[in-house]
């Protein structure tokens, strides 16, 4: 067990790291043993305090610890020296571009190889070992390499950076300081938080509320970066004071729950619901929350939000128009604007819900019939299907878009990555989420070209007897880059696998169920047992190729249309 801290007590550098990572939050950490961590990992073991939780690769492992960070606020892996942080790089990219809290923490050669320049294995044999921290700067908010003067200063520096500015760090932990002595921590770690300037503060609120109180048609749009700063519940009071319709971008679908009064949709730019593009398109003034746009959420940039009627908030700063408000912090505004801002009510408001919207309920145990899966169909199914605080994750590609397109219920988290977009993130991320929340249902939407990415981490799952619902969208390969660039080349089929049967290959006979359905009535039977399963539950859900989500049509005949390249006839 790691020693209770005392001002008297000396710790490893090591036990301090984990000791402050349990401070802030983390249980459980991710990675792939190598020989320059192994020290670092025993401590891990002996500590009590976390647990280690070892992925098939290390890649898998920066996609774990995001996910876990996503649902528990930060999360950590631990790779060995360049051949491992290389393969997480990836993965750290991703939570570095959508503001994921994650620690990567390398376990390098001792100092002194390093200080020799010694040729020795995992390096480029030029007896240079900062080639790979160096790549790491581009990555991560802070950085550090450890050594028993510096290590209390330098990880609470960068735990730090990591919890104030939502996006990943690095420590270079090398393998003989591990155990070396250190002070223990003198008090509980001091967790920055972004402060108002008071007045420009005053000074937003006033022009904000006189906007908003001016405006006939106010509408708010909300988006993840309220979710990364632990602000649902302000947003959520906020809401309900104004009286405002409200819609989120797919980035931060959940923010808002989606069978609120006021919640009217998810906003994707002309190809969003026509509703909604209407209520975005009609307002004059759009109180815009922790929105970060990018092609993906906006329909190929096809949104229709101009600057004179925007408000903007973000962590750190604001702004109306086109003048910037630094330190001006979102949480105290949505705080501190209820009192100035006239509520209105549903009539003056002029809203249809989304639930009110939307179609009467489809009976999962009603299917139409023995014919193959459609898309429409399907989505309609899980809708039906989830939960109330369900975790859903969604893989880049189909799964994405189908879930953009249904209504979630109370309380249900998303997770996806729309900006960074690499496929097969989601597997390895469910991992994470189902450890950060063993007490939520996680439900995965994955397709098979993305699954074939990180197929390996189906073991760990097992391994772990976590229980989560995986639907395998078998559409026979990369629909979504046929859609984006409509031609049959044979570059986007894959090679088909018994996808049902990798769980009898990967896991324990018994701790899991396996099902391959086909149509309607094999799927909503799938459901059924699913609903009531107490072990992980596969399910392979065959559907054509050329089907896809109707979002997802739309979104590929705009980067179809506006593509600047012309194929070539074919001789």
């Given at each position: 067990m790691i020693a209770a801290v005392n001002v008297t007590e000396f710790c490893t550098v090591g036990d301090y790291l984990i000791y402050r990572m349990k401070e802030v939050g983390i249980e459980h950490i991710f990675g792939v043993p190598g020989d320059f961590n192994l020290h670092f990992l025993d401590q891990i073991e002996a500590s009590g305090e976390v647990s280690w939780v070892g992925n098939c690769n290390e890649l898998n492992a920066a996609y774990s610890a995001d996910g876990y960070a996503r649902i528990r606020g930060i999360g950590a892996l631990v790779t060995t020296f360049g051949v491992g942080e290389l393969s997480a790089l990836n993965g750290i990219a991703g939570a570095y571009a959508e503001h994921v809290p994650v620690i990567q923490i390398t376990g390098a050669p001792s100092t002194s190889a390093s200080v020799q320049g010694k040729r020795i294995h995992h390096t480029l044999g030029d007896g240079d070992y900062t080639h790979f921290s160096s790549m790491y700067k581009e990555v991560t908010v802070a950085q550090t390499s450890l050594t028993a003067d510096n290590a209390p200063e330098e990880i609470d520096r960068v735990l730090a950076a990591c919890w104030l500015q939502k996006r990943p760090v690095y420590i270079y932990l090398p393998s003989d300081v591990c155990y070396q002595s250190v002070p223990c921590p003198k008090g509980p770690l001091s967790l920055p938080r972004f402060s108002s300037d008071p007045g420009r503060l005053q000074s937003f609120l006033t022009l904000a509320a006189e906007a908003l109180n001016n405006a006939s048609f106010p509408v708010i749009l909300a988006d993840y970066e309220v979710s990364r700063y632990h602000l649902t519940d302000a947003l959520r009071s906020f809401v309900n004071h104004s009286g405002y319709p409200a819609?989120?971008?797919?980035?931060?679908?959940?923010?808002?729950?989606?069978?609120?009064?006021?919640?009217?949709?998810v906003y994707s730019g002309k190809i969003s619901d026509p509703y909604v593009s209407s209520m975005i398109d009609s307002a004059d003034c759009i109180l815009s929350i922790g929105v970060r746009l990018n092609d993906v959420v906006t329909g190929g940039?096809?949104?229709?939000?101009?600057?004179e009627k925007m408000i903007e908030l973000h962590p750190s700063c604001a702004q109306i128009g086109q003048v910037d408000y630094p330190d001006v912090v979102m949480s105290d505004v949505l705080e501190q604007l209820i009192p100035r801002i006239r509520r209105r009510s549903m009539e003056q408001a002029n809203l249809l819900s989304l639930q009110a919207r939307q179609s009467p309920r489809i009976e999962i145990l009603s299917p139409h019939g023995s014919g193959r899966i459609s898309q429409e169909r399907f989505w309609g199914m899980i809708s039906e299907f989830l939960q109330p605080r369900d975790v859903v994750l969604a893989d880049t590609g189909t799964a994405l878009f189908g879930a953009i397109s249904i209504p979630f219920p109370a309380k249900a988290s998303f997770v996806a990555q729309p900006l960074w977009a690499s496929i097969g993130y989601s597997l390895p991320a469910l991992l994470g989420t189902q450890m950060a929340a063993p007490d939520r249902r996680n439900v995965l939407l994955i397709g098979d070209g993305a699954f074939q990415i990180?197929?390996?981490?189906?073991?760990t799952l097992l391994a772990q007897r976590l229980k989560p619902v995986i639907f395998l969208i078998n559409n026979d390969g990369y629909t979504i880059e046929r859609l984006v660039h409509p031609i049959d080349n044979p570059y986007n089929d894959i090679q088909p696998w018994n996808y049902d049967l990798l769980p009898h290959v990967f896991g324990e006979f018994g701790s899991f169920i396996s099902l391959r359905v086909t149509d309607e009535i094999q799927l909503a039977e799938a459901l059924e047992k699913a609903e009531l399963s107490d072990r992980l539950v596969f399910i392979e859900v065959v559907m054509d190729r050329t089907d896809a989500p109707e979002l997802l049509r739309s979104f590929g005949n705009i980067l179809t249309s506006g593509s600047p390249v012309k194929p070539l006839p074919v001789s």
């Open positions: 819609a989120s971008l797919s980035m931060g679908k959940g923010v808002i729950d989606e069978n609120h009064p006021q919640f009217i949709g940039f096809t949104h229709n939000l101009p600057p990180s197929a390996q981490e189906l073991s």
